[in-house]
């Protein structure tokens, strides 16, 4: 690309100096890209809600960007920092699950330990509380000017997976309209199905309209995924239920 594309999503807030942090390193390295805020509003330390925002919106960038994750309640730890390629696109950041949406169904994904600190501001073993500027930030803006991902250390074949089923998962995001939103995509269809979500079953509907104005529902939404609402409510706060919480399609009873 002209003009390398490098987005960013973490759960750092606007608070901080944190994200600008991150951006100061990218744009030292490489100042010619194009940074894009995907959200840095994620709860905090929620993997799965990332994998969410990455899997519904990075996908839609052009072939070739750059998408840094860093929601990493382990920094430090022994779990690695990887470049992971998906769809024609790259991914940077923790091997936590943040990536496991992206790379799932896609049988050329590869990823990367990075390991070399010549693509760091500190050396992995040496940054144990923000990777997300001494190890991510520049491996991603690296990447940008063209480095392979080889280069920066051994293939990784065992990256965390997804938790979610076709079946069974937990609620990966509230929406603004207080919508939860699970990991599950369904792959026979809802036909004869409930969701159990807190203690609740809750009935399939075609579209939101169709649902009751006061009690919940579920339909398979726009991204293929169960997802639970009410009618013109907030299904969050009528479950009292947050991100986290199981979620298992069951038979109608």
């Not at 003009?3 to 901080?16: H, Y």
């Not at 169960?226 to 907030?234: A, I, L």
Request: with cysteine; net charge neutral; proline share 10%.
């Amino acid at each position: 690309m002209d003009r390398p594309i490098i987005t960013l999503t973490t759960d750092f807030g606007q608070r901080d100096p944190s994200v600008g942090s991150v951006k100061g390193v990218i744009l030292s390295i490489h100042p010619g890209v194009t940074l894009v805020d995907l959200t840095h509003d994620l709860p905090r330390h929620a993997i799965a809600a990332a994998s969410y925002v990455l899997k519904m919106a990075a996908t839609y960038f052009p072939t070739g960007s750059i998408h840094l994750a860093v929601v990493d309640p382990e920094v430090g730890s022994a779990r690695r920092p990887l470049v992971c390629s998906a769809g024609g696109r790259w991914y940077v950041g923790p091997d936590n699950g943040v990536f496991a949406e992206v790379r799932r169904g896609d049988p050329s994904s590869e990823c990367h330990e990075i390991a070399d600190p010549r693509f760091c501001l500190k050396s992995p073993r040496s940054s144990p509380t923000f990777q997300g500027r001494d190890v991510f930030a520049p491996a991603a803006a690296w990447l940008a000017r063209g480095t392979p991902p080889s280069a920066f250390g051994p293939r990784v074949t065992d990256p965390v997976g997804p938790t979610s089923s076709s079946r069974q998962g937990e609620i990966i995001w509230i929406d603004r309209f207080g919508n939860l939103i699970s990991g599950i995509a369904p792959d026979a269809g809802v036909a004869g199905m409930a969701v159990s979500v807190v203690g609740r079953q809750v009935p399939f509907v075609a579209h939101y309209a169709e649902g009751p104005p006061d009690a919940p529902a579920a339909l398979v939404n726009s991204d293929g995924l169960v997802e639970v609402f009410v009618n013109r409510g907030d299904a969050a706060a009528l479950l009292g239920a947050s991100i986290g919480a199981p979620v298992v399609l069951i038979p109608c009873r």
